[in-house]
């Protein structure tokens, strides 16, 4: 048997904590057996949660007691230092003393976010690690980074976004030198705000992405590029739209095929393929976002993530860390020192 992969959950972050979050532990080892899952959280809910899954591999689930509990909306950096014994801190530290590989959490983003660069902490020479999640498109996937760390980034965070993507999606969605485009309001290079126009250039030189200029927001969901590039407040904007869109219409979808018999005929005739095409547009699909350039890894999935969502950031991390993309990122940075 394969070596297993430590991935620590936050088993009380989220809003759908614990239920959903032991629901995703209990499917994730019942799939794989190269994975162990140690749930941090209060023990005594844990645990509890736990019995409604009597015949669950319990060689593979591990519990870490962790009493506190990080509410969304309490300020990140104060929640980080004050409660040590949060199921986010605690969770963070066993990545950081090399306990576990990975802490995957619906919780606090902010929480999160500064977790992972005050307690993981981040590879030498990386300067920001970004939010890099999968967006659905009509070619399969693309990475959108930054979409949500670091609203105020400066153009090397961009070109070390662009090199971290390309490594993220050739080793771990296996995308064969990666397309590579940074988000603009027109193709033109003369284009965009200060942060672009001086972006641009700098991702022209570099040798070692396949870098293809800018892309505009229309484009995107049609896969032209496979590394979409921005900072975080567009990136988050990206993110949030998509979203929107893509309930909006499957809802306006609903509608009006149950609106008449004849539609309602059609749905029944339809529902297999638009069931299959909904499903690879479904973001839970493609697990959490990553915040690469850390020490070890950290997956941030929706607060409102369901199960299978949490389940796919848990495998996220096998291939993370089988992969070595660490390793690959810290390699690629000192290159370029």
């Given at each position: 048997?394969a070596?297993?992969?430590r991935?620590?959950?936050?088993?009380?972050?989220g809003d759908?904590?614990?239920?959903?979050?032991?629901?995703?532990?209990v499917?994730a080892?019942a799939?794989?057996?190269?994975?162990?899952?140690?749930?941090?959280?209060?023990q005594?809910?844990?645990?509890?949660e736990?019995?409604?899954?009597?015949?669950?591999?319990k060689e593979?689930?591990?519990?870490?007691n962790?009493?506190?509990?990080?509410e969304?909306?309490?300020?990140?950096v104060?929640?980080v230092?004050?409660?040590?014994d949060?199921?986010?801190?605690v969770?963070?530290n066993m990545?950081?003393?090399?306990?576990?590989?990975?802490f995957?959490?619906?919780?606090?983003?902010?929480?999160?976010?500064v977790?992972?660069?005050?307690?993981?902490?981040?590879i030498?020479?990386?300067q920001?690690p970004?939010l890099a999640?999968?967006?659905p498109?009509?070619?399969?996937?693309s990475?959108?980074?930054?979409?949500?760390a670091n609203v105020?980034?400066?153009?090397?965070?961009?070109?070390?976004?662009?090199?971290?993507?390309?490594?993220?999606?050739?080793?771990?969605v296996g995308?064969?030198?990666?397309?590579?485009?940074?988000?603009?309001?027109?193709?033109?290079?003369?284009?965009?705000?200060?942060?672009?126009?001086?972006?641009?250039?700098?991702?022209?030189e570099c040798?070692n992405?396949?870098?293809?200029?800018?892309?505009e927001?229309?484009?995107?969901?049609?896969?032209?590029?496979?590394?979409?590039?921005?900072e975080?407040?567009?990136?988050?904007?990206?993110?949030?739209?998509?979203?929107?869109?893509?309930?909006a219409?499957?809802?306006?979808?609903?509608e009006?095929m149950?609106?008449?018999t004849?539609?309602?005929?059609?749905?029944l005739?339809?529902k297999?393929a638009?069931?299959e095409?909904?499903k690879?547009?479904?973001?839970?699909?493609y697990?959490g976002?990553?915040?690469l350039g850390?020490k070890?890894?950290?997956?941030?999935?929706h607060?409102?993530?369901?199960?299978v969502?949490?389940?796919?950031?848990?495998?996220?991390?096998?291939?993370?860390?089988?992969?070595?993309?660490?390793e690959?990122?810290?390699?690629?940075?000192?290159?370029?020192?």
């Amino acid at each position: 048997m394969a070596e297993q992969v430590r991935v620590v959950l936050d088993a009380m972050g989220g809003d759908n904590a614990p239920v959903e979050p032991v629901k995703a532990a209990v499917e994730a080892v019942a799939e794989r057996q190269d994975i162990k899952v140690i749930l941090t959280g209060r023990q005594d809910v844990i645990r509890k949660e736990l019995e409604k899954y009597p015949d669950y591999r319990k060689e593979q689930i591990e519990i870490v007691n962790a009493s506190e509990v990080i509410e969304t909306a309490e300020p990140p950096v104060f929640a980080v230092q004050k409660k040590k014994d949060s199921s986010i801190v605690v969770g963070m530290n066993m990545v950081k003393r090399q306990e576990a590989d990975a802490f995957v959490s619906s919780g606090s983003t902010g929480a999160v976010l500064v977790g992972g660069q005050v307690i993981v902490g981040r590879i030498k020479g990386v300067q920001r690690p970004p939010l890099a999640p999968l967006i659905p498109t009509t070619e399969g996937v693309s990475l959108l980074i930054d979409c949500g760390a670091n609203v105020d980034a400066r153009p090397s965070h961009l070109v070390q976004f662009a090199k971290m993507g390309s490594i993220y999606m050739e080793n771990v969605v296996g995308v064969k030198n990666p397309k590579v485009a940074i988000v603009n309001n027109g193709a033109e290079e003369e284009k965009g705000n200060a942060l672009v126009k001086e972006t641009f250039p700098l991702l022209k030189e570099c040798r070692n992405i396949n870098f293809i200029g800018s892309i505009e927001a229309r484009d995107i969901p049609f896969g032209y590029a496979d590394v979409v590039v921005c900072e975080a407040f567009v990136g988050n904007v990206i993110l949030k739209l998509y979203e929107g869109v893509g309930a909006a219409l499957i809802k306006k979808v609903k509608e009006g095929m149950l609106s008449s018999t004849r539609g309602k005929i059609g749905a029944l005739l339809v529902k297999p393929a638009l069931k299959e095409t909904m499903k690879s547009f479904d973001s839970s699909e493609y697990g959490g976002a990553p915040l690469l350039g850390l020490k070890g890894l950290v997956v941030k999935t929706h607060g409102s993530a369901k199960a299978v969502e949490i389940k796919h950031g848990i495998f996220q991390c096998v291939q993370f860390k089988q992969q070595k993309i660490n390793e690959k990122i810290a390699e690629r940075i000192m290159e370029d020192q």
